[in-house]
């Protein structure tokens, strides 16, 4: 309960890291001031700060109270810091400085998804022994409340399965190859030009970034610790121009989706770039917007579409985050809600579904060659395996190579498509490695089973 004598003390809390959703913090805290207050009741202090780049500390304005500590350790151990935000990335030392900054009986914040994708484990359990707050809304999804709807607005609803883009920087690349009919690499290295891909960005395009969202997603949405080596991944690198155009024409989008259903006895959580029917509410979430679509048993449908990236809305993740923890502080009430929004021991492990059992409709390009009996040995084969075709397309005629023929699928297994493939892939009919693209059933209508 609030302590009368420390009405009016400050909760200070302390920020690691000056990048771009630090300083985007440093903005928010400076201009909302007032709002933040009122909203809590007591003041929200900047009691310090840490960052390894002395220009970028030259070139803010801190507020007179703040510190400016030379090395983390210093801050996670100083008795006036109460809550700790950790925005550096990466691994080592972010891991180190949440669980010293825990094991120091501070609340933390932070964004960091591969941390807690790859040590997710350690983490979460050292938040439950310690008995502090863990927030890391800006994690996943940037400025998209994601995850405090799953912990908390949904806590009473079974969530039967999730569907997002989660990672602007693949949604921007496939937006501007599908309008434009530009090649992958000429779009991506674009984009890095202008500075809105990373000059390294691989886990953005082979689907990793994704990846770690949709540990964290299905990790709370289903209350079972996700094994991230354990999610079957692919990225967009090896999308052509011409898949996209002929999904146009059978009336589909391309996006990079994360994807986690549960099943009861098994989940199925994987990252693959999907084709969407050109009406559904995903396939209209373009650029660098992110959006995450859900299915609860008692709801419904749910989409949150929002910025998924950059400072500013990141920094409102982060701030939610900090004013939740700083009460719990405040009030001395911390914890009262387990950061995975399920007691961390009260978790049931589930395994996840091999890729080759789940189901899906599919969409085959083949080169053919064009003559007489290819098509009929196409379908012989898929038809021999259980698939049963939805539809046809050939286009354009030989010119002493191949044709693309492009079939879509009916539901069918993967392992019955891999099948089929490892067969066609070897004869004369075909000349090239046969592409395959799922297409989801985004109807939303949940599983369980
Ligand atoms: N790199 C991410 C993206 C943003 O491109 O969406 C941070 O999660």
Not at 21 to 33: S, T
Not at 253 to 275: C, E, M, Q, T
Request: glycine content about 12%; charged content about 20%.
């Amino acid at each position: 309960m609030l302590n009368q004598n420390e009405k009016n003390a400050p909760v200070r809390v302390g920020i690691i890291g000056l990048g771009t959703v630090g300083q985007g913090f440093l903005r928010l805290l400076l201009k909302n001031q007032g709002l933040i207050r009122e909203r809590l009741g007591f003041p929200l202090a900047l009691g310090g700060v840490c960052e390894k780049n002395p220009e970028t500390l030259k070139g803010l304005t801190l507020p007179p109270e703040c510190v400016v500590y030379r090395e983390w350790k210093e801050m996670v151990l100083d008795p006036r810091i109460s809550l700790v935000v950790e925005l550096v990335g990466g691994l080592e030392p972010a891991r180190s400085i949440l669980l010293e900054a825990m094991k120091a009986g501070k609340s933390v914040v932070t964004a960091n998804k591969a941390l807690l994708a790859r040590h997710g484990e350690e983490i979460f359990g050292a938040a439950a022994s310690h008995g502090v707050d863990l927030g890391f809304e800006a994690s996943v999804g940037g400025g998209i409340p994601i995850l405090r709807t799953l912990r908390e607005s949904l806590a009473g609803d079974r969530i039967l399965r999730l569907a997002g883009i989660i990672n602007g920087t693949a949604n921007y690349i496939l937006t501007r190859m599908s309008r434009e009919g530009l090649e992958f690499e000429t779009v991506l290295s674009e984009a890095q030009r202008h500075g809105y891909a990373e000059s390294d960005p691989t886990y953005d395009i082979d689907g990793i970034d994704s990846a770690h969202k949709i540990a964290i997603l299905a990790t709370m949405a289903f209350g079972s610790p996700v094994n991230l080596q354990e999610i079957p991944v692919e990225g967009i690198r090896q999308i052509k121009p011409i898949d996209l155009e002929f999904g146009r024409e059978f009336g589909y989008v391309l996006k990079l989706l994360g994807i986690a259903v549960d099943h009861g006895d098994s989940l199925d959580i994987r990252v693959h770039p999907s084709f969407l029917p050109e009406n559904s509410l995903l396939s209209e979430v373009d650029g660098v917007f992110n959006a995450i679509e859900l299915s609860g048993q008692a709801l419904g449908p749910l989409l949150l579409y929002g910025r998924g990236a950059g400072g500013d809305p990141t920094a409102t993740a982060v701030m939610g985050d900090v004013m939740e923890c700083a009460r719990g502080v405040f009030h001395g009430a911390r914890a009262q809600v387990p950061a995975l929004g399920f007691p961390f021991s009260g978790r049931i492990r589930r395994p996840l579904r091999p890729i080759s059992a789940i189901f899906s409709e599919y969409y085959l390009r083949f080169m053919a060659q064009d003559q007489p009996g290819t098509l009929s040995y196409l379908a012989g084969i898929l038809g021999d395996r259980g698939i049963s075709i939805e539809s046809v397309i050939q286009k354009g005629r030989d010119r002493g190579g191949s044709v693309p023929v492009v079939v879509t699928t009916h539901r069918a297994t993967e392992s019955q498509i891999r099948d089929s493939l490892a067969i066609i892939d070897a004869s004369h009919h075909v000349t090239e490695k046969t592409v395959v693209i799922r297409i989801e059933d985004v109807s939303m209508e949940g599983s369980l089973s």
